[in-house]
């Protein structure tokens, strides 16, 4: 692939689908080009940000594979976060004793 002129970052690069050697399986390998805004400052501030290509790419990656493999992407969308409440009522009431200290 390769941008458009018109591209915020312009970037191209190949994937390619090998097949392994015990032909259980398949290696994706991706090489990237790309030329961040303000060259190597704007390189390292996406990299400290976590946005840098490689970060993208491999999460990216990590998707397609889930994908590929169950046939969805899961999420924890739409769950609780987590119990009001410990399973034990000893914790609980510890656990106010404290917040009203």
């Known amino acids: 692939w390769r941008s458009t002129p018109d591209?915020?970052?312009?970037?191209?690069?190949?994937v390619q689908f090998l097949p392994t050697t015990g032909g259980r399986g398949t290696i994706i390998k991706v090489d990237l080009e790309y030329r961040p805004p303000m060259g190597a400052l704007g390189a390292t501030f996406a990299k400290m940000m976590g946005e840098s290509p490689e970060h993208q790419v491999m999460s990216d990656l990590r998707r397609l594979k889930q994908l590929l493999e169950t046939g969805e992407i899961p999420t924890t969308e739409g769950q609780p976060a987590g119990r009001k409440?410990?399973?034990s009522p000893k914790f609980d009431k510890w656990a106010r004793s404290?917040?009203?200290v």
Do not use: F, K, M, Y
Request: proline share 0%; charged share 15%; hydrophobic share 20%.
């Open 98 to 100: 404290l917040a009203e």
């Open 7 to 14: 591209s915020t970052v312009e970037n191209s690069g190949t």
């Open 85 to 87: 409440t410990s399973t």
